[in-house]
């Protein structure tokens, strides 16, 4: 199944990365790592993550405060928002 990001995503992934590479290449790595992850578990199983708000779904990371919001048709996954959990929830409804 193709992945591709909403080219606003795209930026907030890179923002994130930035943020954690700035304080640590550690967390840096760790963080990417992470998001590949949720990556893969969400193209084995699309449906299997709850529903959100815009008819999309969400993915909670485990180690870092970010949600990724993805919408799943069939043969493509679009993440929506690589969003902070403590920063403007909804902010990304409108894409």
Request: hydrophobic fraction near 40%.
């Amino acid at each position: 199944m193709n992945v591709r990001f909403h080219p606003a995503a795209r930026e907030e992934l890179r923002n994130a990365r930035t943020w954690y590479e700035e304080r640590s290449p550690l967390s840096a790595l760790g963080f990417a790592q992470e998001v590949d992850r949720a990556i893969r578990q969400i193209v084995e199983a699309p449906a299997r993550y709850p529903r959100a708000e815009s008819g999309t779904r969400r993915f909670l990371l485990s180690r870092f405060p970010f949600t990724l919001f993805y919408r799943a048709g069939q043969s493509e996954i679009v993440v929506i928002a690589v969003a902070h959990q403590k920063r403007r929830p909804g902010y990304w409804a409108g894409r």
